[in-house]
């Protein structure tokens, strides 16, 4: 451990992956392609609930270049997934999405597949869908899963019917809460399902060999998950297959579980030959793993003087026709329903349920937006209600260093305060209506640091490098960077020195994945094991060469010292691969879990936060009150890191973290009717573009978490969690609306006007 | 999507394999629209005679009396130093049109052969009463471009034409023209600073969206292109051009505000209830992108914008 | 239906080419000639991480018929580091922090470098109008404006 001014950690040094990115040589999946590789495609169900009364690919097998055509009778009978298994590769009797797998083809070229594909005759014996929310969770509503209750889950979770889950928290006594309180406000709020948006579309590359093992190259974020998710699908051991990242192109989560993977490696197999399967546009706005779209439902109540004595909550997740992260999801958000508050008084719900659409997954903070849109426009509602400072309101009522969560871990290290009254100060706050159709918006909240192992293997090379082998993906935070950081200082070494191999299940340890912002924090942590673990070995070597004893060795700048004397780590490798076989280290890493009261909480899949961050928006913005335009003049985030291990990128994360949070809040949505995305193309799927984004002022604060390396937390997600409720708060003060669905559109806002008469 | 390629290098070759090929075969010039609905499997043409080798054809021609080349791009219209007075309005319907990846091969004549009741050039040269001409084995021909637009996607062009250019007269003096796709940028938004180059605006802020969901990479929600020419006081009215974008199955003249504002004095009350009898000439659709109700609003906003536009335009170029 | 013969002018390179008319420009550098510097994702001229520069123009590579770029140069993003050294463009975005995942990153330069030529001293705005049809999802644009900026100040500064 470092104990002056650390050299390497903390520093905005540049990526190490750089060169390859802008000289266009790094390969992606998307990229990754092999010799005498065929093109798999995915022939999708075009009805929303539906049995398949007949499927004949006949015609599309006799076709010229057409090597394999696949339906549900080629596979085996497998129902997979995450907390819930429900899914199945194919759709066998009946299909419940537009766009869920039905067949895929493997040929020669891409036009001889598309040619397949077309060539592929279903007849359906449509069903009554499930278009929305209402529609799934109506008495009498349609099954959508009929055999729900025979599927295998884990044991916590409540499932009826078309609720694949429902989490709970319960905290004291709501009722009597409500009775203290002066005033109680109710509301109803509603988001939109909207796309991660990653700029390379999903891919994986399949190829088998001799001896019954099968490589897939993949743009996945989580390789071992996908690893296991093979073996059950294609009824396998996992050590047979290997699973590879050659490199990703964004995943926000999108790229966490299977989506071409099992595709690839059935045709492989079925072919014979390498196969690639790729997804297009509109499948990705389809038939992806969109962020839910949700109904909240917020009763809150307080004292006159803005003390908030009980809240209770529900929020349904519309999580489509199969569970995916859903279970997980509707947990999470009870978190975040609470909000960093003090709340004695809680009793708050989530629901996944199924409806006839794309099953839906996790993007960046899932639930995060749209359960903290919720509690933070309410929270001004209250502000306004009492006559109160919305930034007087929160400060009135957050947690501080001490303070119980919602579900009773005690929090530590809590930078909120600090965060609200920093990114007020930046916006300006004292003038939050500084002119006409003009405002300003606060909203804050907190977030996990997801859990999960990591293991690296560290090797120091006979040049004095050092190779650092990490099963985690590289999705483009720079958290691999961070992590190599974090080992070079720990190594009296540069960043320069060091060699980073990642993302293969045989040949690098296992490491839970690039998901819940956890990579920088347990692969730097593993990394920082993995040191101490060689430590040792570098200084009984350093010890013998040098003739001094191992308690005066320090690592400084590539070189054991000891007593005046020095060795370089270079030469210390070389004898050690003459002498010892190397210096070779392992480190694993697992956060130790989160102490919360178990009594509050029910069929909850994360019942704490870990190493929790704490953040605060601000923005000001002028509306056009005839068009209801939006132009956004200044935007803040305070967001309390930890500790900065490379600020440069977690500026990056915070700037793009808040595109995607106001692509959410004012432009974004997978627009379905009767079951069909009406809107599955980039023209009218609108993420913002250069000119939509306006500067985003990043302040770091930095309260050091317990756990993590230099006290680092998580910070890739919460971004993205504040910029709906910032906006809908700044709109309200602008215009005195109150806009309770997402996104706000310039059509919402000027019809709104029109119809207040304005 | 297998198609024979054809690569003419003059005019006449192409007039004859277009004519050759008639509906079974399409002009290829930028390929913005022709692409991409071919990809989409919306349109399968068994040729395809590209244009890029075809010259003469990508002139702009500003003495007195314009004429635009078919195979303009609108990056070369954008960049018309011509234009930049009180046509200006062919900038402002240009530099909007996609990203400049598209504006750098999407040309003026493709874009007006696509008859997208969206495009964003379409309604600046109807207010300038343009007129397009046809080649085809037998002739040339001219129609008013408010002739050849007949609805979404479809054209007077005969299968054996191809559209060679279109042209309008140069415009009487106290005249000038704008285009907004009524957006997120106004003039008054000197004070925006969230992309701080704001702040170079010209002094009129005249840069103007579209009305959509983002400022750039936007199809209109709406559209609106406006010419005044005004009488030597500056206070009154000769003559009136609106045309909309994106409210009805083609883009639309509004013939009766036009006559509305003829010989009346130009105040605020005047341009509402032309801009109410814009709105009334509508027949706007609900789709994906926006309510029928939301684009009635945009119309009404819009038009006395740009009608206002001019009028500022007209006595800045007085003074 | 005939295959065309083509000859490419890729990066000063002259390729020869048999190919289906219908095929792209985008399709024959990725799967022909393996240069998959220039990414694939939307193919409807929506999102740039296609863009490459054809006689210097920026253009979405994946709407560009092949045999529309015979007899003209093509630039792809492999084509604009010299010698093994990066073009100051590749350089600054590294050191301004403009690269997360990377995928929109060739596509953006080569707007970028289209852009500058001839307009050399931009400012924030112009630079963001554009690389408007570059979509990034990682960046928020911040860092990149910032890089081009960079750029276009040090090149003024040297004149």
Known sequence: MATSEPRVVGKSLPRMDGAGKVTGTAVYAADFALPGMLVGKVFRSAEPHARIMRLDTARARALPGVRAVMTAADVPDVRYGGAL?????????????????????????????????????????????????DAALAPGAPLIHEEWASYTAIPILHRDGNVCNRARI?????????????????????????????????????????????????????????????????????????????????????????????????????????????????????????????????KTGVTKDGRITAKAGRIWFDTGAFAGSGPGVASVATLVLAGPYKILNLHLEGFAVYTNKTNCGSFRAPS????????????????????????????????????????????QAVGLEECLRKAAAAIGWRDRRPARWRGKGL???????????????????????????????????????????????????????????????????????????????????????AVDDLKGRIFALAAAQLGVSADACHLVDKHVLADGKRISLADLARLSQQTGGGLIAQGTFIAPPTAYDSK???????????????????????????????????????????FAMNPTYIEGQIEGGVAQGLGQALSEEIVYENGRVLNANLTDYKMPTTLDMPRVETILVQHPSLVGPYGAKGVGEPPNIEPPAAVANAVAAATGLRLTSLPITAEHIALALRDAGA | ???????????AEAVALGARFGDDGRFLAGGTDLIIQMHRGKLRPRHVVSLHRVSGLDAIDANGAVHVGALVTHRALERFPAFRGPLRALVEGAEVVGGHQVRNVGTVGGNIVNASPAADVVPVLLTLDASVTCLSPGGERTLRLEDFLIGSGRTARRPDELLTGVRFAGLAPQSATAFLKAGRRRAMEISVVCVAGRLTLDASGERCLKAGRRRAMEISVVCVAGRLTLDASGERCLEARIALGAVAPRTLRAHEAERFLEHRALTAETLREAAELAVAACEPISDVRASARYRRLLVETLVPRVLARCVERVREQAS | MSKLALTLTIN??????????????????????GLTGTKENCLEAECGVCTILLDGAAVNACILLAAQCQGRAVLTIEGLARNGDLHPLQRAFIDHGAVQCGYCIPGMILSAQAYLEEHPSPTEYDVRAALAGNLCRCTGYQKIAEAVLAVARDRSARR
């Not at chain 1, 009775?179 to 988001?191: L, N, P, Q, S």
């Not at chain 1, 509690?375 to 303070?403: C, F, H, T, W, Y």
């Open chain 1, 85 to 133: 298994k429900d899914e199945t590769v194919f759709a066998r009797s009946k299909v419940r999405y537009v766009g869920q797998p039905v067949a895929a083809v493997a040929a020669t070229t891409p036009e001889a597949a598309d040619t397949a594909l077309a060539a592929i005759e279903v007849v359906y014996e449509s069903l009554p869908a499930v278009l929305d929310l």
């Open chain 3, 12 to 33: 000063g390179e002259r390729h020869e080419i048999l190919t289906e008319p219908h095929r792209t420009l985008l399709d024959v550098l990725r799967a022909d000639l």
């Open chain 2, 1 to 11: 999507m297998s198609f024979e390629y054809h690569e003419p290098t003059s005019l």
């Open chain 1, 600 to 642: 509050r909480v029910d069929g909850h899949v994360y019942p704490a936060f870990h190493s929790p961050s704490f953040h605060a928006h601000a923005v000001d913005l002028s509306i056009d009150p005839e068009t209801g335009d939006v132009t956004i003049h200044k935007y803040v985030v305070a967001q309390d890191v930890g």
């Open chain 1, 368 to 411: 995060g937006p749209q359960a903290n849109f919720a509690v933070e426009s309410q929270m001004d509602v209250i502000a306004d209600a009492l006559d109160l400072d919305p930034l007087e309101l929160r400060l009135k009522n957050i947690v501080r260093e001490g303070d119980e969560g919602p579900t009773g871990q005690v929090l």
């Open chain 1, 170 to 298: 319960v905290v004291g006594d709501v009722e009597r809460g409500f009775e203290e309180a002066d005033r109680i406000f109710e509301h109803r709020f509603r988001t939109g399902m909207v796309h991660q948006g990653y700029t390379e579309p999903r891919a994986a590359v399949a190829a088998w060999d001799s001896s019954g093992q099968v490589t897939v190259w993949s743009n996945t974020q989580l390789p071992f998950e996908v690893q296991n998710t093979l073996a059950e699908i294609l009824q396998m051991a996992p050590s047979k297959i290997r699973v590879v990242v050659p490199g990703i192109g964004g995943g926000f989560g999108g790229k966490l579980r299977v989506g071409v993977e099992h595709f690839a490696a059935f045709l492989a197999k079925a072919t014979g030959r390498p196969v690639k399967v790729m997804t297009t546009s509109v499948e990705e706005l389809t038939a992806a793993y969109p962020r839910q779209g949700t109904v909240v439902e917020l």
């Open chain 1, 443 to 529: 909203a804050c909240g907190w977030w996990t640091t997801t859990g999960g192992s990591s293991g690296v293997y560290v090797k120091i090379n006979p040049d004095g490098t050092v190779a650092l082998n990490t099963g985690a993906a590289e999705i483009g935070t720079a958290a691999l960077t961070g992590a190599a950081q974090v080992l070079a200082e720990e190594l009296g070494v540069d960043l320069a020195d060091i060699n980073v191999v990642s993302a293969d299940t045989f040949s690098t340890p296992f490491d839970f994945g690039a998901q819940g912002s956890r990579t920088a924090f347990a692969v730097g942590n593993a990394c920082r094991a």
